[in-house]
C-alpha cells in the first residue's frame, strides 16, 4: 500500500495488468499523480515504474518470437550449439592463458590499462547495447523485446529527461529489482565495481524470466546530457561506457527523427565506437511520427551528419522503425516500418549466432593491445640502453626519455596507425605515470624474455593473434555444423520433421 510496487505486487491475477490498476475498469488508467508515493525517493524501484495509458489496440508480438527463434522447437539446436560454444570458450581461455597473459603479466599492462581479459569476459553471455541520446526511445525498445511493456517493471520511459541510468536487463528465474551494489556483485558485471559508488548509484538492474534474456544481457547506457548535468564529475563517464562498448555483441545507436543534430554527444560516443563499426546498427526510432514524404530526408540527413564521423569503409546499417507494441499513427507508412523492424530483429538474431566469433575478435583486440603495449615498453627500452653511457646515472636517463619521448622519437609513426579509438591511442602521459610506478630499467627487453625451451612470447602472442585465434572461428563453425547435422538425423529418426530453420531464417 506504499504505492511503490515490488516482487509482491507483481501480477497475481495474470491479466496483464499491474495490480494497483486491478480495481479500476481495466481499460482507462489515470496517471496516478495524487497517489501517496512520496517524492523524492529514489528508491531503484521508482526508476523502473511504468505509469500511463495501455493502448486499447496493440500490434502483435509474435514475429519477435518468430524471428528471434526464442519458441521451445528451437530449444535442442540451440542445445547443441551451446556445447559447441562452451568448447571454444575454453579453448580462448587456454590460449589467453598461455599466449596473452605472460606478457600481459610481464610488463605489467594491468597498470596500465583497466581493460581486462578474464573469465566473465570469456563466459558471459553476449551483451546487446543501446546508446544514443536522451528520449530516442532506448528504454521502449528494450521493453517492447523484452515482453516487459506496460508491466510494473518496465523501464521507465518518458518525453522528460528521466534520472539518467544504466539500465541493466539479465535473465533470473523470477522478476527481481536489483540495485548498483547488487549488480557489482554479479559475476559478469563485477569488473565495473572500479569505477566505484558514483556509477553503482547510476546502475539499475532488472532479472526476468524470459527467453531472450536467456541467451543476451541488455543494457541501455544513458544518453550523455542526462548524465552530464546530474553525475559529471561522480564517476568517469565515458570510461564506464567504453567498459559496456568493449563487451558488446552489438551496439544499437538509438535515434528520435526530431533531434537529428549531430552534436558533441554523437561525435563522442562514435569516437568510442572506431573498430567497431561493424558490430553497430543505427536505429532511426519512432519513425511513425514522420510523414512518409518526409521520411527519405530524414534517414539521408540522419546518414550524411553520422557517415564522416565512422570510419569504416562501408554506410552505416540503418533501421527506420518504432519498436514498440503502439500501434502506428495514421498515415504511417506501416509495411515499410515492419519491414524493417523484421531486419533488425533478424540482425538482433544474427548476433546472437556469431557471439562465439565475437568473443575470438574480442580476445585478439585485447592480444593486440598487449602486443602494443609489450612492444612499447620494449621501444623505450631500446631508447634507454641506445642512451645509457656506462656511468650514466640510470635513472636520470630514464626520466629523461619518458619526459621528453618526443626527443627520442618513440611516438613517431604512431599517427599513421588508423581506426584505433583515441582510447586506443597510446600517450606519453598514460606512460609516464605507468614508469612512475614501474620503473623503465626494471623490465626486460624483449628479445630478453626468451628462452631456450619455451620460446619467446612475443613470438607466442603473434602466432595466437595471426592463427591460434582465427582458427578456432573455423573449429566452431564445423563443430556446429556436425552437432546440428547430428540433431537433425536423429530428428528424421524420430520421425519428426525437424528441418525448419536451418540456421537462419529464409522467411521475411
Ligand atoms: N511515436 C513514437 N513515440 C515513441 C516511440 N518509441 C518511444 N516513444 C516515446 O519516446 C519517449 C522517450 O522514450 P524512452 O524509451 O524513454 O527513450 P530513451 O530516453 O532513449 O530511453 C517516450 O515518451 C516514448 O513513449 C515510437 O516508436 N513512436
Ligand atoms: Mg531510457
Known sequence: GDGIPNEHD??????????????????????????????????PEDELLWEGEIPAQLRSRDHITELLQLNTEFNAREKAVDNVAEIILRDIKRIYESAIKPLETLYKYRDLSNRHFSDPEIFSKPLVLFMGPWSGGKSTIINY???????????????????????????????????????????????????????????????????????????????????????SRLFPFNDACQWFIDRADIIFLVYDPAKLDVGPETEAILDQLKGREYQTRIILNKADTVKPEELLRVQSALIWNISPLMSSAQPPLVYTSSLWSHPYQEGAPARLLLAQERAFLRDLRTAVDKRIEHKIASARRFAVRVRNHAKMVDCYLNTYYNHKTLFGNKKRIADEIINHPQNYHIYEGLSTLTNISRYDLPDPEVYRDFFRLNPLYEFKKLSETCTYFRGCPITKLDVAIAYDLPELAGKYKKMAESALANIESKGAADGEPETKGSGKSTKS
Open 10 to 43: 507483481t501480477d497475481r491475477d495474470g491479466d496483464g495488468i499491474p495490480n494497483e490498476h486491478d480495481d479500476d475498469d481495466g481499460e482507462e488508467h489515470e496517471e496516478k499523480e495524487d497517489d501517496s508515493e512520496p517524492e523524492d525517493d529514489t528508491k
Open 145 to 231: 523485446l523484452t515482453g516487459n511493456e506496460y508491466t510494473p517493471h518496465s523501464l521507465r520511459s518518458g518525453a522528460e529527461p528521466s534520472p539518467a541510468y544504466f539500465n541493466i536487463l539479465t535473465w533470473g528465474n523470477e522478476t527481481e529489482v536489483l540495485d548498483g551494489t547488487q549488480l557489482a556483485a554479479d559475476y559478469t558485471f563485477s569488473g565495473l565495481q572500479k569505477f566505484g559508488e558514483g556509477l553503482e548509484e547510476r546502475l539499475r538492474g532488472l532479472k526476468m524470466p524470459n527467453k531472450l534474456l536467456e541467451k543476451v544481457n541488455i543494457v541501455e547506457i544513458p544518453g550523455i546530457l542526462e548524465v552530464r548535468k546530474q553525475v
